[in-house]
């Protein structure tokens, strides 16, 4: 069985040699990679002086060093995590062992923290997950209770089926719905969630990223639900033009004349639009499901989980 851990990290000096020592303590057969998104600091020699294979990614930002990661990294196992050092690894053992015996294609470790630090999971952050996490779970489906996690594991077929479009943070947001979409799977289990090392400093931005994110499921309401987008688009702009004809109707009825000819043409304008809104989504719908039976039939292209029968975690 080959387990890979890849950890994306930038700027993370202070904190990568103890990301790699949890592997080295919870998950000794992992082979670790490190992809370093050209960092400024030492991480990269730190990594490689603590056994790490380290790869420089020098197009900047966390999907594209997924995109990377995924390309470049050849196991049956894949434990992505953050470089930055507040994942506590001790229950991988018991996430590999999830998805192996339920043949499951993701397992994403939940964070749990206790509390009693306000750095440790900012108030803005919690919030801002509860609520992209919930605008998730209302479009595409699911119970995730954190959709941002940074510690995942991953079957093969997931890795090697998975697209990697988003090029930041945003890339998350296209893990999760791209195990929706394609009906994998999954499981959560709770991790805690720590402090980061003394010195070292969030590369998130609770505002910009944030924002990012929501782009992106848009984005993705759009991609993977087009008829529903575009028949709720319709629908807003029928009941406007129907709302502009409706005095216009009763006006000609009582004097059989039409006093407003640009609200008229106006009102007869949005029908036509909400009609070309609702065959465009129709059309897009038979895109979308072609694009995704290609995805399904190269993720049924490789074996599950389930052949990596033996169990990792200790007796």
Known sequence: MRIAAVIPCYNEALAIAQVIEGFRTHLPQAQVHVFDNASSDDTAAVARAHGARVTTVRLRGKGNVVRRMFADVEADIYIMVDGDATYDLARLPEMIDMLVQGNLDMVV?????????????????????????????????????????????????????????????????????????????????????????????????TYRDGWRILVTITKLFVSERPLLFFVIVAAVLALASLGL???????????????????????????????????????LRTVTLGRREVKRIAYLAIPGAARLATPVSAP
Do not use: I
């Open 109 to 205: 470790g939940a964070r749990q923290d206790d509390q009693q630090d306000a750095q440790t999971y900012r108030r803005g952050h919690r919030l801002g997950n509860r609520m992209l996490t919930g605008a998730v779970v209302k479009l595409f489906g699911g119970e995730f209770s954190d959709m941002l996690s940074g510690l995942r594991v991953f079957s093969r077929r997931y890795v090697k089926s998975f697209p990697a479009l988003s090029q930041g943070f945003e890339t998350e947001t296209e893990l999760t719905v791209h195990a929706l979409e394609l009906r994998m799977p999954w499981g959560e289990l709770p991790v805690r969630y720590l402090s980061r090392p003394e010195g070292s400093e969030s590369k998130l931005s």
């Open 245 to 283: 004809a409706l005095p216009l109707v009763l006006t000609y009825l009582h004097t059989g004349l039409v006093p407003r000819l640009p609200t008229a043409v106006l009102a007869t304008g949005l029908m036509l639009a909400a009609m070309l809104s609702a065959s465009c989504g129709a059309v």
